[in-house]
T-cell receptor
Framework: AQSVAQPEDQVNVAEGNPLTVKCTYS??????LFWYVQYPNRGLQFLLK??????LVKGSYGFEAEFNKSQTSFHLKKPSALVSDSALYFC?????????????FGAGTRLFVKA | GAGVSQSPSNKVTEKGKDVELRCDPI?????LYWYRQSLGQGLEFLIY????????KSGLPSDRFSAERTGGSVSTLTIQRTQQEDSAVYLC??????????????FGPGTRLTVT
């Protein structure tokens, strides 16, 4: 069965500083990995994904994530945080080998960017 | 183009009543998902539909919950004999997993269910 861990309930960072939101996963097959963001009073939006290929993937709003198979991690990063990045971030995993579509989401990490 | 739509946006019901929540996915998306999000919490997988395959119902929390998808498009999530612990935001998402598809899910705005 798939599982996702986001070990930090909350991450605080100053505007202009780099940010990292951590995610580790467990899946028996090849992982399909995703990051989604939920802004206050808005729906969930897709940020980026890793399916295959380069371990470093780039997504919307300047975010990127690195797939690390040995550490089973997929941490979300941004070189310079903006106040507008403050939101709830979810990591998600799907087993790409089973052919199933079941996607498991982490509990979410709330990011606060202070001006 | 149109995104995923859900109705109603808010639903207040009395304990013990049945409710139906509706989801209209993006046209052409073969996969449709239902999730539940309690206040400020993560997403709990409920069920997904893919094309004509049997749905994966492994996340439904009890037999009071059921869902159907008619004609490969619109889906309805039904909760019978609602309980207060059913209060949450119910999210629907769809994705395109055909050849060359993108795999990521597109979410609707959700239905906020309150059971009094």
């Amino acid at each position: 069965a798939q599982s996702v861990a986001q070990p930090e309930d909350q991450v605080n960072v100053a505007e202009g500083n780099p940010l990292t939101v951590k995610c580790t996963y467990s899946v028996s097959g090849n992982p399909y990995l995703f990051w989604y963001v939920q802004y206050p009073n808005r729906g969930l939006q897709f940020l980026l994904k890793y399916i295959t290929g380069d371990n470093l993937v780039k997504g919307s709003y300047g975010f990127e994530a690195e797939f690390n198979k040995s550490q089973t991690s997929f941490h979300l990063k941004k070189p310079s945080a903006l106040v507008s990045d403050s939101a709830l971030y979810f990591c998600a995993v799907r087993d790409g080998d089973t052919g199933g579509f079941k996607t498991i989401f982490g509990a979410g990490t709330r990011l606060f960017v202070k001006a | 183009g149109a995104g995923v739509s859900q109705s109603p946006s808010n639903k207040v019901t009395e304990k013990g009543k049945d409710v139906e929540l509706r989801c209209d996915p993006i046209s052409g998306h073969t996969a449709l998902y239902w999730y539940r999000q309690s206040l400020g919490q993560g997403l709990e997988f409920l069920i997904y539909f893919q094309g004509n395959s049997a749905p994966d119902k492994s996340g439904l929390p009890s037999d009071r919950f059921s869902a159907e998808r008619t004609g490969g498009s619109v889906s309805t999530l039904t909760i019978q004999r609602t309980q207060q612990e059913d209060s949450a935001v119910y999210l629907c998402a769809s994705s395109s997993d055909s050849a060359g598809g993108s795999y990521e899910q597109y979410f609707g705005p959700g239905t906020r269910l309150t059971v009094t």
